[in-house]
């Protein structure tokens, strides 16, 4: 969809280039490179067997969740009863929403917000209450607790959404800031819905601390959700899951997902979680991760010598930057609508971040080979941000 949907018709995919330009894919939250051997190779074992009928999840797959996050993040004591498959992340909040929240409940989530969750709320009927994060020192993005307590109080919520690390401004909250956090959500009586898809790419000097981990309390009061697709670039395979470690939440949040006869796991999913969540993708991961971060570091670096006006925050994890337009635009005399075209006009495919927060922004996924991402930055400063 990343290179397919540029310049159809109808569709929120950015428009097609000018004559003389190939188009840089870095609009959806994609990766263009290539995804683990060891996954395509326990694809192509799987294949070579010529049944695909009903079947169960296997041992191994539960005990490669357990291993990849006792080894990834520390994380001990998970067992196979609180694993639970979900079709996306998005299809798990949905069902965990029904679970805890009626259509007219409001809901917390943290702004500039991920699309999915709002999508996902509104076409749900609930009503989104949104915090603010705040650009603090050094323009890092940090949650408003005071905000935060205000608002579960003032619209009476006990539900919130908590995407760590953070989509789309790239933090990965400290075990500080989540302690801080869990504690507004326990003293208001709070469902935590977690979405930490994001979980696996996180920067050199960061490290992603599980919101179950944080507390007895949280972790009595936290649904989790997982998967790999961002990781290992296999959304189109689909396979989430969740960790669930109260029975309680853990009971109402299958009640609702088995009642759909929808939430069923594709056998060749398990299999790509199998060799995705083993050493070799971990060491895949791993390079991956200084990958992505030589290209953050070299699209920040270019931002902040050569393009006036233009403010981002370095991320700290993912590989998607936010950037803010407002005083560019401003300066010259643009709407964030002409600033955004000028760019797909030259083949970079960035896209729209308004959607997610704040009136200028525009959302650029760096998952590409470096040669990409510089040719990309090299069109921008020579045709779009020209000093």
């Given at each position: 969809m990343a290179v397919d949907s540029i310049g159809q018709p109808g569709g929120f995919a950015p428009d097609a280039p000018q004559k003389g330009f190939d188009a840089i894919p870095m609009w959806v939250a994609d990766m263009n490179f290539p995804t683990a051997p060891s996954i395509t190779r326990a694809l192509s074992e799987r294949i070579a067997h010529p049944a695909f009928g009903?079947?169960?999840?296997?041992?191994?797959?539960?005990?490669?969740?357990?291993?990849?996050?006792?080894?990834?993040?520390?994380?001990?004591?998970?067992?196979?009863?609180?694993?639970?498959?979900?079709?996306?992340?998005?299809?798990?909040?949905?069902?965990?929403?029904?679970?805890?929240?009626?259509?007219?409940d409001a809901v917390l989530v943290h702004s500039p917000a991920y699309i999915g969750f709002t999508h996902s709320l509104e076409d749900n009927g609930y009503k989104i209450v949104r915090s603010p994060l705040m650009r603090g020192t050094a323009g890092i993005w940090r949650m408003d607790l005071d905000d935060m307590d205000r608002k579960?109080?003032?619209?009476?919520?006990?539900?919130?959404?908590?995407?760590s690390p953070h989509n789309p401004t790239g933090r990965v909250w400290s075990r500080g800031e989540l302690e801080q956090a869990m504690e507004v959500f326990r003293d208001n009586d709070v469902i935590v819905i977690s979405d930490e898809i994001w979980s696996d790419i996180v920067l050199p000097g960061y490290h992603h601390i599980p919101t179950q981990s944080i507390s007895e309390d949280a972790r009595m009061r936290t649904i989790a959700l997982y998967a790999p697709s961002k990781t290992f670039n296999l959304?189109?395979?689909?396979?989430?899951?969740?960790?669930?470690?109260?029975?309680?939440?853990?009971?109402?949040?299958?009640?609702?997902s088995s009642k759909t006869h929808y939430n069923s796991m594709n056998v060749l999913s398990m299999h790509a979680l199998i060799g995705a969540y083993s050493q070799e993708g971990a060491d895949w991961v791993d390079e991956l991760c200084q990958v992505i971060a030589g290209n953050v570091r070299f699209a920040c670096d270019t931002i902040e010598s050569r393009f006036d006006g233009v403010d981002v925050s370095k991320p700290e994890g993912t590989y998607m930057l936010f950037l803010d337009c407002q005083e560019f635009c401003e300066s010259h005399g643009m709407s964030i609508e002409q600033l955004r075209k000028a760019g797909w006009d030259v083949g970079v495919a960035w896209q729209d971040g308004c959607a997610f927060g704040g009136s200028h922004t525009i959302r650029m996924n760096l998952a590409l080979p470096i040669s990409r991402v510089k040719e990309a930055f090299r069109r921008l400063e020579e045709h779009v941000f020209p000093a």
């Open positions: 009903y079947f169960l999840p296997t041992e191994r797959y539960h005990d490669a969740i357990i291993d990849w996050h006792a080894h990834r993040n520390g994380v001990q004591g998970i067992t196979s009863e609180m694993i639970g498959y979900e079709n996306g992340i998005l299809g798990g909040l949905v069902s965990a929403l029904h679970a805890f929240a009626t259509p007219g579960l109080k003032e619209h009476h919520c006990h539900v919130a959404i908590l995407c959304a189109g395979l689909v396979g989430g899951y969740h960790i669930i470690q109260n029975p309680y939440l853990r009971d109402r949040v299958m009640s609702v």
